[in-house]
C-alpha cells in the first residue's frame, strides 16, 4: 500500500506541474495553435527521467522508494504522450500536416536525445 501512495501522491503533484506549465507556457509562447506547452513538458520530463536513471545507475543513490515516488509518480503525472497522441492527431485532422510532422518530430526524436542528455550529465556528478 506504501507503493502505491507514494506513486499516487508523486502523480498529483506531476500532473498539477504538468497544468501549471503548460498553461505558462501557452500564455507567454506565440505558438500559434501548436502546442508548444506539450511539447515542453514532455522534453522535461525525458530530461528529467533520463538525469535520474544516470543518477541511480551510476551513483546508486536512488532507492527503491525515490523511483516510485519521482520516476512512476511524478514524471508519469507531469509527461503527456496521451495528450501529444490527442493533438497531433488533431493537426491532421485539421489539415496542419506540416505541424503535426514537426511535433512528432520535436517530441520524439528530441525527447529521446533529452533522455540521453539527462543521463550523461548524471555520470558527471
Not at 64 to 81: C, K, Q, S
Amino acid at each position: 500500500m506504501k507503493n502505491v501512495l507514494l506513486v499516487g501522491m508523486g502523480g498529483f503533484l506531476g500532473a498539477a506541474s504538468r497544468y501549471l506549465l503548460t498553461e505558462w507556457v501557452g500564455r507567454y509562447s506565440r505558438a500559434g495553435g501548436f502546442p508548444l506547452g506539450t511539447v515542453v513538458v514532455n522534453l522535461l520530463g525525458c530530461f528529467v527521467l533520463g538525469f535520474l536513471a544516470g543518477i541511480g545507475d551510476h551513483k546508486g543513490t536512488v532507492s527503491h522508494h525515490i523511483r516510485l515516488l519521482l520516476m512512476v509518480g511524478v514524471l508519469g503525472g507531469f509527461t503527456t504522450f496521451s495528450t501529444f497522441g490527442h493533438e497531433t492527431a488533431s493537426l491532421f485532422r485539421d489539415a496542419l500536416p506540416g505541424q503535426a510532422v514537426l511535433n512528432i518530430l520535436i517530441s520524439v526524436v528530441t525527447g529521446i536525445i533529452a533522455a540521453g542528455v539527462g543521463y550523461r550529465l548524471a555520470h558527471y556528478l
